[in-house]
């Protein structure tokens, strides 16, 4: 047996256990299948957490946590108990360690982030926003960005069954928090998607849309079916994405009869039409793919969709570790049959800089992966530039590494620079965490922060 750094070994998946946790100690199993009871019983606030985990949790987390929601948090907590009940799966909260197991929970980590986790010296990077990908000002008409030549974004709503403290449509997506108030759409969610709708029809180099919100899970069925049967009806359009954590984080209802049989009559219709719908999930690690998951992915592809993909997001403490990435994508591959696809770097958001790793970092990652998963389910490790898409992170142009800064170039136009005759001869900047970066690098930051706070302001 050759020594090689990462082991392979087949593990069955495992739904934890949700009698271990005091507040669901009587909850059957026909209740925990139910997607209604897990939507009534998502833990939105402390209090819940509380009754759920009970006195195993010390009140130094509860602390944590609130003083995180009062001053750094900007997304609201929404969390269903399919996924409180993969955090510390093998443990009781009456186990000795619990706490600090829960503290160090990769899922915990994003999902219920706290004060602590996150960095004081360089809590966001000086040139993070709330909408880091500009994707408001992509749209065609709102909710629909306009990125690419060929493919659509459309935002259906700002609202999800789950909330991700990482979620990079955090000036859009979810309740507003202490610190964040969020985008509010102004057209209703009908006159939306109708606009939408116009658009698509009078696009005709549009050939794929990605579906989106927040998550489609939210949106009553008969409109999400009715929505996607509309695109099916446009021509040019050849791809059509669904894009759900709820499939990982509320399996439950994608398992029902009614979405079930809804996504059945969507499949037969676009065989017929040669059109690929395909739903995109969004799971970060291998303890989240339990049975239920796997059920919830095989049941789609039963009803005749092309695929069902995981878009991860790298996050520190989640999935920074070749072996956390692979197991996850073996969980994915093995049992799910869900095909790994990418993994985003984590957007410049405002306090996020605990999460995300420096392009340098990705870049080690996606080399150290190579060669373990079969060809077509090795991930890509991507950067979303600002301005610019989704690049492998290894199609960097440049990279200073001292001040953390690489430059990227593109090979098309968005949707605001028509009129740009440089757009495609410019360079576009990426910005690693400044905590990461050498003295030196470090001191250029203090510098350029210095300079722009002292620049004057115009008057008149
Ligand atoms: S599911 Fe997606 S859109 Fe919703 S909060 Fe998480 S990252 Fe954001």
Same mark, same amino acid.
């Given at each position: 047996?050759?020594?090689?750094?990462?082991?392979?070994?087949?593990?069955?998946?495992?739904?934890?256990?949700?009698?271990?946790?005091?507040?669901?100690?009587?909850?059957?199993?026909?209740?925990?299948?139910?997607?209604?009871?897990?939507?009534?019983?998502?833990?939105?606030?402390?209090?819940?957490?509380?009754?759920?985990?009970?006195?195993?949790?010390?009140?130094?987390?509860?602390?944590?946590?609130?003083?995180?929601?009062?001053?750094?948090?900007?997304?609201?907590?929404?969390?269903?108990?399919?996924?409180?009940?993969?955090?510390?799966?093998?443990?009781?909260?009456?186990?000795?360690?619990?706490?600090?197991?829960?503290?160090?929970?990769?899922?915990?980590?994003?999902?219920?982030?706290?004060?602590?986790?996150?960095?004081?010296?360089?809590?966001?990077?000086?040139?993070?926003?709330?909408?880091?990908?500009?994707?408001?000002?992509?749209?065609?008409?709102?909710?629909?960005?306009?990125?690419?030549?060929?493919?659509?974004?459309?935002?259906?709503?700002?609202?999800?069954?789950?909330?991700?403290?990482?979620?990079?449509?955090?000036?859009?997506? +979810?309740?507003?928090?202490?610190?964040?108030?969020?985008?509010?759409?102004?057209?209703?969610?009908?006159?939306?998607?109708?606009?939408?709708?116009?658009?698509?029809?009078?696009?005709?180099?549009?050939?794929?849309?990605?579906?989106?919100?927040?998550?489609?899970?939210?949106?009553?069925?008969?409109?999400?079916?009715?929505?996607?049967? +509309?695109?099916?009806?446009?021509?040019?359009?050849?791809?059509?994405?669904?894009?759900?954590?709820?499939?990982?984080?509320?399996?439950?209802?994608?398992?029902?009869?009614?979405?079930?049989?809804?996504?059945?009559?969507?499949?037969?219709?676009?065989?017929?039409?040669?059109?690929?719908?395909?739903?995109?999930?969004?799971?970060?690690?291998?303890?989240?793919?339990?049975?239920?998951?796997?059920?919830?992915?095989?049941?789609?592809?039963?009803?005749?969709?092309?695929?069902?993909?995981?878009?991860?997001?790298?996050?520190?403490?989640?999935?920074?570790?070749?072996?956390?990435?692979?197991?996850?994508?073996?969980?994915?591959?093995?049992?799910?049959?869900?095909?790994?696809?990418?993994?985003?770097?984590?957007?410049?958001?405002?306090?996020?800089?605990?999460?995300?790793?420096?392009?340098?970092?990705?870049?080690?990652?996606?080399?150290?992966?190579?060669?373990?998963?079969? +060809?077509?389910?090795?991930?890509?490790?991507?950067?979303?530039?600002?301005?610019?898409?989704?690049?492998?992170?290894?199609?960097?142009?440049?990279?200073?590494?001292?001040?953390?800064?690489?430059?990227?170039?593109?090979?098309?136009?968005?949707?605001?620079?028509?009129?740009?005759?440089?757009?495609?001869?410019?360079?576009?900047?990426?910005?690693?965490?400044?905590?990461?970066?050498?003295?030196?690098?470090?001191?250029?930051?203090?510098?350029?922060?210095?300079?722009?706070?002292?620049?004057?302001?115009?008057?008149?």
């Amino acid at each position: 047996m050759i020594d090689q750094p990462y082991v392979y070994r087949h593990s069955a998946l495992v739904e934890p256990e949700w009698q271990r946790l005091p507040g669901w100690a009587a909850v059957t199993p026909q209740e925990w299948g139910s997607a209604q009871w897990q939507r009534a019983h998502c833990i939105k606030n402390i209090r819940q957490l509380r009754q759920v985990i009970g006195d195993g949790l010390d009140e130094r987390f509860y602390a944590d946590l609130e003083r995180d929601q009062a001053e750094r948090a900007t997304m609201s907590m929404l969390v269903p108990p399919q996924m409180i009940n993969t955090m510390v799966p093998r443990l009781s909260p009456a186990d000795p360690g619990f706490t600090d197991a829960f503290y160090a929970d990769p899922v915990r980590r994003y999902m219920i982030p706290v004060f602590s986790d996150r960095r004081t010296d360089w809590p966001s990077h000086p040139e993070a926003s709330r909408d880091s990908l500009h994707e408001a000002e992509m749209w065609a008409v709102e909710g629909l960005t306009h990125r690419y030549p060929t493919k659509v974004l459309a935002e259906l709503l700002p609202t999800c069954p789950q909330y991700c403290g990482h979620c990079t449509r955090m000036d859009l997506v +979810g309740n507003p928090t202490p610190i964040i108030d969020k985008h509010k759409f102004e057209l209703g969610r009908d006159d939306r998607l109708s606009a939408m709708m116009d658009y698509l029809r009078r696009s005709p180099g549009v050939r794929d849309v990605v579906v989106s919100g927040g998550d489609v899970a939210n949106l009553p069925w008969p409109r999400l079916e009715s929505f996607v049967a +509309g695109l099916l009806e446009i021509e040019n359009i050849r791809d059509i994405r669904l894009a759900t954590k709820a499939l990982m984080g509320l399996p439950q209802y994608w398992l029902t009869d009614e979405v079930r049989a809804g996504m059945e009559r969507l499949a037969t219709v676009a065989r017929q039409r040669d059109v690929s719908i395909a739903i995109h999930t969004h799971v970060n690690s291998a303890q989240s793919v339990t049975p239920l998951v796997a059920q919830a992915a095989k049941a789609m592809l039963e009803t005749g969709i092309r695929d069902v993909r995981n878009q991860g997001v790298l996050l520190r403490g989640t999935n920074d570790k070749t072996e956390q990435i692979l197991d996850l994508c073996f969980a994915l591959l093995d049992d799910a049959k869900i095909m790994p696809y990418y993994f985003y770097m984590c957007d410049m958001i405002p306090n996020a800089e605990h999460w995300r790793l420096s392009l340098a970092e990705a870049q080690q990652l996606q080399h150290d992966i190579m060669g373990y998963l079969p +060809g077509f389910a090795t991930p890509r490790f991507i950067c979303d530039v600002p301005y610019v898409g989704k690049r492998w992170v290894h199609q960097v142009a440049r990279y200073d590494r001292e001040r953390g800064i690489s430059y990227w170039t593109k090979n098309y136009r968005t949707g605001v620079e028509s009129d740009d005759a440089l757009a495609l001869d410019r360079e576009y900047e990426y910005y690693d965490p400044i905590h990461l970066l050498p003295e030196a690098g470090q001191e250029y930051w203090r510098a350029r922060i210095a300079e722009k706070t002292a620049e004057p302001v115009a008057v008149g």
